[in-house]
């Protein structure tokens, strides 16, 4: 494995409340990614980021925001969590020089 | 923007027979890399191609990219029982800092 942890890997919220989710790697890549996973969607891009305090949107961002206050740390936050936003979530990384992604073992979000 | 078709959707075989999915994008490509997810799990990385019109094989997957670099399909020989899963592939764009994943295949086999 690619050294990568997600927290908490299974979440069930009510409408409304905040959730964060948190990857964190061990392995100092530069590149981190949050993807949502949805049947006949497939992996999804919500936010990525290239360095600390450096992210940028992906295809599926509104109603998320992530934040990046050091190399290994990658939180992805739902505000007010909506019933759209049950999915699976996979944070991935990429070392600097490399194309492929190494993805974590996913965090299962219910919103109820 | 960028897209990356897939298909088929899904792919229902026997355990023998073979199988191709495809993988078409809208704009040429740096690279396409093929990942694959087993049911429950996350997506594994399998190969990257890089090279117009290359051909790479790993025992009996056999992945092609085109000449034009747009398309490129991942064909697995005489299935079996472990190669249920759902296979993406993704592309690259040069200097682009992010992957853009087609929709998958999700394969089931009968045994």
């Known amino acids: 494995d690619a050294g990568i942890t997600q927290s908490p890997r299974h979440k069930v919220t009510e409408t409304g409340t905040p959730v964060t989710l948190r990857c964190h790697q061990t392995?100092?890549?530069?590149?981190m990614y949050w993807y949502r996973q949805d049947p006949g969607h497939g992996l999804r891009l919500i936010h990525y980021?290239?360095?600390?305090?450096?992210?940028d949107k992906g295809e599926v961002s509104d109603g998320y925001s992530v934040s990046r206050s050091k190399t290994e740390d990658f939180l992805l936050t739902l505000e007010s969590a909506t019933s759209s936003q049950t999915s699976v979530y996979f944070c991935?990384?990429?070392?600097?020089?490399?194309?492929?992604?190494?993805f974590g073992e996913g965090s299962w979000l219910t919103v109820v | 923007g960028q897209q990356v078709m897939q298909i088929p959707q899904y792919q229902h075989v026997q355990e023998g027979e073979d199988f191709t999915t495809y993988c078409n994008s809208s704009?040429?490509?740096?690279?396409i890399q093929w990942y694959k997810q087993r049911p429950g799990g996350h997506p594994v990385f399998l190969i990257q191609?890089?090279?117009?019109?290359e051909v790479k094989k790993q025992k009996r997957l056999t992945f092609q990219f085109g000449e034009a670099k747009k398309n490129s399909s991942l064909h697995i020989t005489a299935t079996q029982t472990t190669d249920v899963g759902t296979y993406f592939c993704?592309?690259?764009?040069?200097?682009?800092?992010?992957?853009?994943f087609g929709q998958g295949t999700r394969l089931t086999i009968n045994p």
């Open positions: 191609l890089v090279k117009s019109g």
């Open positions: 980021s290239y360095g600390v305090k450096d992210t």
């Open positions: 704009t040429t490509l740096s690279n």
């Open positions: 993704a592309g690259a764009i040069q200097g682009a800092q992010k992957l853009v």
């Open positions: 392995e100092n890549h530069r590149y």
């Open positions: 991935a990384i990429r070392g600097q020089g490399a194309d492929t992604i190494y």
